[in-house]
């Protein structure tokens, strides 16, 4: 997994946890374009309930022939704490509209664009994982 990591990425520190988490985002495009389930492997934590769902909706798009026609997010803009243990990253993720499509090439699907912010929290070992990945409520005032 550690080869796969753009340079950048591989540095233990605030940094380095930005660009992981902007390879995280790049590698979420590419489970769901390519379909490639192995895009996302080993870039997080069995804790990560988000990470885990997200692995297991890219396996059944790969089983049916499903893809997205290009990439679905961007990450806008992130933010890293300054603390090594218990990393956080806040990052604003743009959802552009883009097609699914079936086995065959013909769309069944298309996603709504939007904008969130999400608090990525991180440990590095060897390698950064994603332990958890939480919405930030926008306030409505």
Known sequence: ??????????AGTPDGA??????????INTAFEAP?????QGLSAPSCDVCTALQ??????????????GPIYRARGSSASE????QKVVVDIEQFAVATLNSE?????????SQARFTVSLEFTNAWQVTRWVEVPTSTA
């Open 1 to 10: 997994m550690i080869e796969r990591l753009p340079a950048a990425a591989r």
């Open 18 to 27: 930005r660009a992981f988490v902007d390879f995280y985002v790049e590698s």
């Open 36 to 40: 490639s389930v192995s895009a996302l």
């Open 56 to 69: 297991a909706r890219a396996s059944q798009f790969a089983d049916v022939g499903q893809h997205y026609a």
């Open 83 to 86: 603390e090594p243990a218990g």
């Open 105 to 113: 090439g013909k769309q069944i699907d298309r996603s709504h664009p």
